[in-house]
């Protein structure tokens, strides 16, 4: 038997195989479209990937058995809606048979009739480029004519498991060292005592290492801030908003805006509450919160924790 024989047949354990493909961390996308007769389709894929930058191209693909296929296959245009970290709800409805996957989604419409997802990390629109046969997979690649970048934290697939991203601690420690060389160079030593300056850079250090993992959730800052202030109960009014979450009022609202349209928070007459979804994401958030500061404290006694709280309490004027 010669080598080539002996490869035609060496047999491939699908169950193994994809598995072992599951080690490739991906991003989640929903896949969209709507053909002349106004049927709209969707399917949660982790297939995308970009092909070529001039003319801009992606691929995906989908199982030849898929009952969505005839209407991807008929429709000009289809969307690649890459999900934030907020949006795992989303991919398992989409991932989903025999539902109305629109009933109560929000959406837009965008070229050739194709539902456009909104909150989403990014958005890519495309014309049906062309298909390719790929084993038990139809390729499709598109053609991007628009494409819109939210910046949301993306949400990742890896070995079955939806995930989240957060910079690599290698590069948060080398970026630290250097931080801190230059500013031991360029800082007298009476700066190290003083109380403003010491502030300043605790709040930079520690919002380093949590602002990342408050990331993963898919909220934006101003979001997360938003949901911690209401689900807190420190703020009774709309006026209160801006100097608790400390970003100006036009941010407030259009957080305010993204939030509502999720279904976490409602507007009252002169204020927000949240919703029993809201309630739940802030306590999530919450958790995020106390987590990290858990970390940070870990080393000192409860009792030098207590009386730091304290004293940025009445610096705060906090009562």
């Known amino acids: 038997m010669n080598t080539l024989q002996a490869l035609d047949e060496v047999k491939i354990d699908p169950i193994q195989f994809r598995r072992a493909l599951g080690n490739f961390a991906t991003g989640v996308t929903i896949i969209t479209a709507q053909n002349e007769q106004g049927e709209k389709v969707g399917v949660t894929a982790n297939s995308f990937n970009s092909v070529s930058l001039d003319p801009p191209l992606i691929l995906w693909s989908i199982d030849k058995k898929s009952s969505s296929f005839p209407v991807f ?4 245009h289809f969307a690649v809606n890459v999900l934030s970290g907020s949006q795992i709800e989303l991919s398992n409805k989409f991932s989903r048979r025999n539902i109305d996957k629109y009933e109560g989604t929000s959406y837009q419409t965008g070229a050739g009739r194709v539902p456009v997802l909104e909150h989403c990390s990014a958005v890519f629109e495309c014309e049906n480029h062309q298909i390719i046969e790929g084993g038990d997979h139809w390729i499709i690649i598109g053609k991007v004519v628009n494409f819109h970048d939210q910046g949301r934290s993306p949400l990742v697939y890896h070995q079955g498991a939806y995930s989240g991203v957060i910079p690599h601690p290698l590069l948060q420690v080398k970026d630290a060292t250097v931080e801190t060389e230059v500013l031991d160079k360029i800082h007298q030593d009476h700066l190290h005592s003083n109380v403003c300056y010491l502030m300043s850079r605790a709040f930079k250090f ?23 202030v209401l689900g807190s109960g420190t703020a009774s009014n709309k006026s209160d908003l801006p100097r608790d979450i400390a970003m100006p009022m036009h941010e407030v609202e259009q957080a305010a805006a993204n939030l509502q349209k999720d279904g976490l928070l409602i507007e009252d007459v002169d204020f927000y509450k949240l919703t029993e979804k809201g309630k739940k994401t802030a306590h999530y958030l919450f958790d995020i919160a106390d987590s990290h500061q858990n970390e940070v404290f870990e080393k000192y006694p409860e009792t030098e924790k207590d009386i730091f709280i304290k004293i940025l309490k009445d610096i705060a004027g906090i009562s």
């Open 206 to 228: 520690y919002q380093t290492d949590y602002i990342p993992k408050q990331l993963v959730s898919g909220f934006r800052t101003s979001e997360a801030r938003l949901l911690l």
């Open 73 to 76: 296959q008929q429709a000009t």
